[in-house]
Nanobody, 119 residues
Framework: QVQLVQSGGGLVQAGESLRLSCEAS????????MGWFRQAPGKQRELVAIQSNNGQTTLGESARGRFAISRDIVKNTVYLQMNDLKVDDSAVYYC?????????????WGQGTQVTVDS
């Protein structure tokens, strides 16, 4: 199994920046993508950004122009740089890993970290 440990997050003012980190450990062989989702109260979990091992990146609509995802493949770590944060960005952010195994694709989720943006 893959274990994910997230760090970063917290309370910021609108317009400020935050960086989230997520390190994978354990059965990391076969990881082919890492990324971030978020979930606000009363809303569905939504994609923020995801990046495959070949660098292909998909950004959610809310992230375009303000957020950037990066990875250190050697360290099995993914980062999310969030700039010009808005109140609507307040949510629990979850790290996500997709892994290819002999049984097919498997997913793993981090414990979640709260991001609160105050106006």
């Amino acid at each position: 199994q893959v274990q994910l440990v997230q760090s970063g997050g917290g309370l910021v003012q609108a317009g400020e920046s935050l960086r989230l980190s997520c390190e994978a450990s354990g059965s990391t062989f076969g990881i082919n993508a890492m990324g971030w989702f978020r979930q606000a109260p009363g809303k569905q979990r939504e994609l923020v950004a995801i990046q495959s091992n070949n660098g292909q990146t998909t950004l959610g609509e809310s992230a375009r122009g303000r957020f950037a995802i990066s990875r250190d493949i050697v360290k099995n770590t993914v980062y999310l740089q969030m700039n010009d944060l808005k109140v609507d960005d307040s949510a629990v952010y979850y790290c996500y890993v997709q892994r290819s195994t002999g049984l097919g694709l498997q997913s793993a989720w981090g414990q979640g970290t709260q991001v609160t943006v105050d106006s």
